[in-house]
């Protein structure tokens, strides 16, 4: 059975400070894993990564991915209130059918307070 | 683009009676996703379907629950008799065939006393 494991569960930071999510993988047929961000409502993609150790961007995140350790990194510099989220790491692996899906893992609860 | 649509957004019923509930995915998306997501069990992927045919229903718990699409546009999952335990968010999420950015509805929340 495919296993994604995020860590830690739930975080609470200051303004200003700096975090890393964590999330690792034992899943057959690794394709892809991704990061989401989930306010109170429905998942918002901010990353896919496909190659081992190559850094995505955007604004103050990065993920970068590690194949042979089968786990990913989410950073977030200089956070913000607005970053308040919890944080969902999937892993895509492709079916039996030719086809993917995605499991996820429970996600990390980040809180930044001011 | 208006996005995956899903309706209702809030549905509330008692146990036994049936619920149905629906998705229109973006226009284009060959990939359609079925998740339910909890507090004690997260995301779960329920159903999937490519071009219009279910691939892989593995993650349907029982046969209380089933799910269609018609046609590209529309897709229903629907759960007879309902249960308590069935309280969750329902997501419906769409695809590209060559891109596995998955893009999700704003959910239903459902509650069954």
């Known amino acids: 059975e495919d296993k994604v494991v995020q860590s830690p569960l739930s975080l609470v930071v200051h303004e200003g400070d700096t975090v890393t999510l964590n999330c690792s993988y034992e899943?057959?047929?690794?394709?892809?894993l991704l990061w989401y961000k989930q306010e109170k409502k429905a998942p918002t993609f901010l990353f896919m990564l496909?190659?081992?150790?190559i850094e995505k961007k955007s604004g103050r995140l990065s993920s970068i991915l590690d194949k042979k350790e089968l786990s990913s990194i989410l950073n977030i510099t200089a956070t913000q209130t607005g970053d308040s989220a919890i944080y969902l790491c999937a892993v895509g692996t492709n079916s039996g059918a030719g086809s993917y899906q995605l499991t996820f893992g429970k996600g990390t609860k980040l809180s930044v307070i001011p | 683009d208006a996005g995956v649509i899903q309706s209702p957004r809030h549905e509330v019923t008692e146990m036994g009676q049936e619920v149905t509930l629906r998705c229109k995915p973006i226009?284009?998306?060959?990939?359609l996703f079925w998740y339910r997501q909890t507090m004690m069990r997260g995301l779960e992927l329920l159903i999937y379907f490519n071009n219009n045919v279910p691939i892989d229903d593995s993650g349907m718990p029982e046969d209380r629950f089933s799910a269609k699409m018609p046609n590209a546009s529309f897709s229903t999952l629907k759960i007879q008799p309902s249960e308590p335990r069935d309280s969750a968010v329902y997501f419906c999420?769409?695809?590209?065939?060559?891109?596995?950015?998955?893009?999700f509805g704003p959910g239903t929340r459902l509650l069954v006393l």
């Open positions: 226009s284009g998306h060959d990939y």
């Open positions: 496909t190659s081992s150790g």
């Open positions: 899943v057959t047929n690794f394709r892809s």
């Open positions: 999420a769409s695809s590209f065939w060559e891109s596995e950015t998955q893009y």
